[in-house]
């Protein structure tokens, strides 16, 4: 039920927020005059780290895909079909993008765009490998993230889904960063597996703890959850935590 | 001796002068959750946590001077009291702590917000019965927000609103 804003560039995490990498360069002692959390010495213009590479997204004004540029972001960006129409150029594999200059300069974030709920559902959906359908909570479930649910009628006719809170994901800025969504959906996936197997009273009657220490350990594993910021990887383990999860122990190497 | 006696007092003196001058305020508590149906047709992930508060807070700064605080670099902790036992949890407040540096004019405020699964994790839990309209009565009053980083240790003062957020209520007022 959670998110984050940390890049992969192979060797190192990188976290947008604050501009800087979470780990140490590998060679931060050859170049010690440099901050060892900074990119291509603090100059990525001028030097281009070619280890790895993040996109921004980008989605029309109904949540459709548009494309992506070439960012060593993770955003969701909004901007109108025309606008992106105008200046994105068409890949010879039939895909769209647009310079990230541009696309900057053209969009807004997810969060700040006041879509429809529709199209706000539409643009989850872009992320979401569950084949569940989503739908958005009510405000009062409180959290930001999504909830796996699941219902029986008196003729045993089983649905299931997965609520999407819009409005908790927007004001964490969970709904500005791709990473952090497909983590969401990390969790969420193995709810929907468990519930596959299980059947609905397996499911209903299997522990709070058994449930959500599974969730997330593979949302944890996940290659998504070391892109998250700081405080949202905090927030899930805390979450793990109470939930019973084992975080593995780093043993100090000891000399003989 | 003396000297370095008197030299510690001033510095006491002068953290708790910073301290006394900013104000923590929670302006606003939104809670969430408070009596979730159980049903045996419907199964929602997190509707057996308990009671969901989202806690809008003020920092005040009341001096004549810039106020620089860290977020990145800092700690919140959730306080309140039930059945004569405190409990404490961490909570992060997010996006607010993802920030550096925050800076505050003098004699200006910041507002920002954190929420938490208030009972979650604790002994308060029900198994069987998620209405926790009588425990809130007792907790709801002690809720305490705690802002702590190198130097600064801020306790909020007091508590402005609550608001209750839940249909079944909302529909009771309506009626009336």
Sequence with gaps: ?256 | MKFIYILLSIMILMSSNINAQIVLTLKNIKVAKINVPISENFIREGDDEGPYVNMFFVFNNNTDSLLKLHPSNSKMNLQFRYDNKYFNQNVFAIPFMDSDTLIIMPHQQYESFVGESLLLGTSILKHNNNDYRIELIEILPTIKLVYMETKINIKSSEILNVEIIDKKIDNLKHKK
């Design chain 1, 1 to 256: 039920m959670h998110g984050y804003d940390t890049y992969d560039y192979g060797a190192r995490g990188y976290y947008a927020a604050s501009g800087r990498f979470t780990t140490v360069d590998p060679l931060a002692e050859k170049y010690y005059s440099i901050s060892p959390y900074a990119y291509c010495a603090g100059n990525p213009v001028k030097y281009i780290d070619p280890t790895g590479m993040f996109v921004d997204d980008y989605f029309n004004e109904n949540g459709t895909y548009l494309g992506k540029d070439e960012a060593i972001t993770d955003n969701v960006k909004i901007t109108s079909q025309q606008s992106w129409d105008a200046t994105k150029t068409v890949n010879s594999d039939g895909s769209e993008s647009i310079d990230h200059a541009t696309g900057a300069a053209r969009s807004i974030d997810n969060s700040s765009a006041n879509l429809s709920t529709n199209a706000e559902l539409s643009v989850y959906n872009h992320y979401n490998p569950t084949g569940q359908t989503l739908n958005a909570t009510s405000p009062e479930s409180g959290n930001g993230g999504a909830a796996f649910w699941a219902t029986k009628d008196k003729n045993g006719v089983i649905k299931t889904g997965i609520e999407v809170n819009i409005e908790g994901n927007k004001s964490m800025k969970i709904a500005d960063h791709a990473n952090e969504i497909k983590n969401i959906f990390t969790h969420e996936d193995v709810h929907k597996n468990d519930f596959n197997q299980l059947g609905y009273d397996g499911f209903k009657n299997m522990s709070k703890d058994s449930k959500e220490s599974r969730a997330i350990q593979t949302q944890r594993d996940n290659s998504t959850f070391p892109l998250m910021s700081p405080e949202i990887q905090q927030k899930v383990i805390k979450y793990g935590l109470i939930n019973g999860i084992i975080l593995p122990i780093k043993i100090p190497e000891v000399g003989i």
